[in-house]
Nanobody, 121 residues
């Protein structure tokens, strides 16, 4: 079993930035790793993933300049950098690992507990 621990959430004003971190209890390789979010009353949805060979997949390609995912293998940590945050980005953010597909919730085996991001206008 792999434990994933997220951190870095918080409350920011629109236009601000946050970097979320997700540290795994052991090395994970050869699978998809991703960030998902769930707003109140809505289903969990994928944001961005790193594929096994290192390429990145976005739920919305137009977000590529505003949202960045990276993986520091030496620290077993995946990061989500979000810039120019908008109120609609408000959600609980979850990292996931052990995936067999990029942005499918059902494809992931390991999940963190989530970290809250709140963006005020």
């Amino acid at each position: 079993q792999v434990q994933l621990v997220e951190s870095g959430g918080g409350s920011v004003q629109a236009g601000g930035s946050l970097r979320l971190s997700c540290t795994a209890s052991r090395t994970i390789s050869g699978t998809y790793m991703g960030w998902f979010r769930q707003a109140p009353g809505k289903e969990r949805e994928g944001v961005v993933c790193i594929k096994p060979r290192g390429s990145i997949g976005y739920a919305d390609d137009s977000e590529a300049g505003r949202v960045t995912i990276s993986h520091d293998k030496s620290k077993n940590t995946v990061y989500l950098q979000m810039n120019n945050l908008k109120p609609e980005d408000t959600a609980m953010y979850y990292c996931a690992a052990g995936g067999t597909a990029c942005l499918s919730v059902r494809a992931y085996r390991h999940w963190g507990q989530g970290t809250q991001v709140t963006v005020s206008s």
